[in-house]
């Protein structure tokens, strides 16, 4: 996928925080006020915390120029710190792990990391914790995305607070990607306050689902007659796809359908929402009404689709 273009002032954002948390953590200064680079501590904790390893895993692993990897080891060997040994599958190279020496002057400088992190954390109010813990987890998964096969999808029930992110959710990436103006989000919150409000257990649904514990789509079933029900605000966010997820929360509302009996299952969207379309015409849904309108902001095609089960 081509990368998208970057804004001038998102670059200065990221170079701004930068600045500040590399002075935060005190990057700039020797690690933690000891003879120690903060490379070289990244590499004690690599050897101490992985079995034995060659200098090849470690300039791949942490990006480091084979130069400097080898005076950081050799200075190592020098105090007595690292242990080398052919390696079994390529005598050529040498697995490198900590000797005691080693490991007894690493411990020391992990304690000491963990309690000014300890001590960084102090300053941040508990209850304002968690969210910034979440925030830093975020930056790392958006930087470093773990392969799709690894990643951990779940859907699950609404819980309380659900809806209200449905609703944020809605009004933002529909602003964004199709212009719509707030009428849409209002439309969005009072289908989710009808649906907490007259929520029928027996005859509707509604899913969430996650990635990696975080919210990534939403997708409801409310019952429109005896024998239809109806598809209603189905949602992905745009980091979440790809994994196959809409075609998931599609097909759990069908089958949830098909389970209570119902014989048809309806839905209503917009002409220029193709991926949506696309998933529903996948599952045999048909188009049966489309309308030209006014609403939200832009001149659209309303589209009535259905499914019979």
Same mark, same amino acid.
């Given at each position: 996928?081509?990368?998208?273009?970057?804004?001038?002032?998102?670059?200065?954002?990221?170079?701004?925080?930068?600045?500040?948390?590399?002075?935060?953590?005190?990057?700039?200064?020797?690690?933690? #006020?000891?003879?120690?680079? &903060?490379?070289?501590?990244?590499?004690?904790?690599?050897?101490?915390?992985?079995?034995? &390893?060659?200098?090849?895993?470690?300039?791949?692993?942490?990006?480091?120029?084979?130069?400097?990897?080898?005076?950081?080891?050799?200075?190592?060997?020098?105090?007595?710190?690292?242990?080398?040994?052919?390696?079994?599958?390529?005598?050529?190279? $040498?697995?490198?792990?900590?000797?005691?020496?080693?490991?007894?002057?690493?411990?020391?400088?992990? @304690?000491?990391?963990?309690?000014?992190? /300890?001590?960084? &954390?102090?300053?941040? =109010? $508990?209850?304002?914790?968690?969210?910034?813990?979440?925030? %830093?987890?975020?930056?790392?998964?958006?930087? #470093?995305?773990?392969?799709?096969?690894?990643?951990?999808?779940?859907?699950? +029930?609404?819980?309380?607070?659900? %809806?209200?992110?449905?609703?944020?959710?809605?009004?933002?990436?529909?602003?964004?990607?199709?212009?719509?103006?707030?009428?849409?989000?209002?439309?969005?919150?009072?289908?989710?306050?009808?649906?907490?409000?007259?929520? +029928? =257990?027996?005859?509707?649904?509604?899913?969430?689902?996650?990635?990696?514990?975080?919210?990534?789509?939403?997708?409801?079933?409310?019952?429109?007659?005896?024998?239809?029900?109806?598809?209603?605000?189905?949602?992905?966010?745009?980091?979440?796809?790809?994994?196959?997820?809409?075609?998931?929360?599609?097909?759990?509302?069908?089958?949830?359908?098909? /389970?209570?009996?119902?014989?048809?299952?309806?839905?209503?969207? @917009? $002409?220029?929402?193709?991926?949506?379309?696309?998933?529903?015409?996948?599952?045999?849904?048909?188009?049966?009404?489309?309308?030209?309108?006014?609403?939200?902001?832009?001149?659209?095609? $309303?589209?009535?689709?259905?499914?019979?089960?």
């Amino acid at each position: 996928m081509r990368p998208s273009p970057v804004a001038k002032s998102q670059v200065k954002a990221v170079r701004a925080f930068n600045r500040f948390y590399t002075q935060r953590i005190g990057v700039l200064k020797r690690y933690l #006020d000891t003879d120690f680079t &903060l490379t070289e501590v990244r590499v004690l904790y690599e050897l101490a915390h992985r079995p034995p &390893l060659t200098a090849r895993d470690l300039v791949r692993d942490l990006q480091l120029d084979a130069g400097y990897l080898s005076r950081i080891l050799r200075r190592f060997e020098d105090q007595g710190w690292l242990a080398r040994e052919p390696a079994p599958h390529d005598a050529r190279q $040498s697995l490198l792990q900590l000797t005691e020496a080693g490991y007894a002057t690493f411990a020391p400088l992990q @304690q000491k990391s963990r309690e000014e992190t /300890a001590a960084l &954390l102090a300053d941040v =109010p $508990s209850a304002a914790r968690p969210g910034l813990i979440e925030a %830093m987890e975020t930056v790392h998964r958006l930087l #470093d995305p773990p392969a799709a096969a690894q990643r951990k999808v779940a859907l699950r +029930d609404p819980r309380p607070g659900d %809806m209200g992110w449905v609703v944020q959710m809605h009004g933002e990436l529909y602003a964004r990607e199709y212009g719509f103006d707030a009428e849409f989000e209002a439309l969005v919150a009072e289908i989710a306050a009808k649906f907490i409000r007259q929520f +029928d =257990p027996g005859h509707e649904k509604g899913w969430i689902a996650e990635v990696d514990g975080q919210r990534a789509g939403c997708v409801f079933l409310v019952r429109q007659s005896a024998t239809v029900a109806k598809l209603r605000l189905l949602l992905l966010r745009p980091e979440a796809r790809g994994l196959g997820l809409g075609g998931r929360l599609t097909d759990a509302c069908i089958a949830f359908a098909r /389970a209570k009996g119902y014989r048809k299952l309806v839905l209503w969207t @917009q $002409s220029n929402l193709t991926v949506a379309r696309s998933i529903y015409a996948s599952r045999g849904f048909v188009l049966k009404e489309s309308e030209s309108n006014e609403a939200f902001g832009q001149k659209l095609v $309303s589209e009535t689709w259905e499914l019979k089960l």
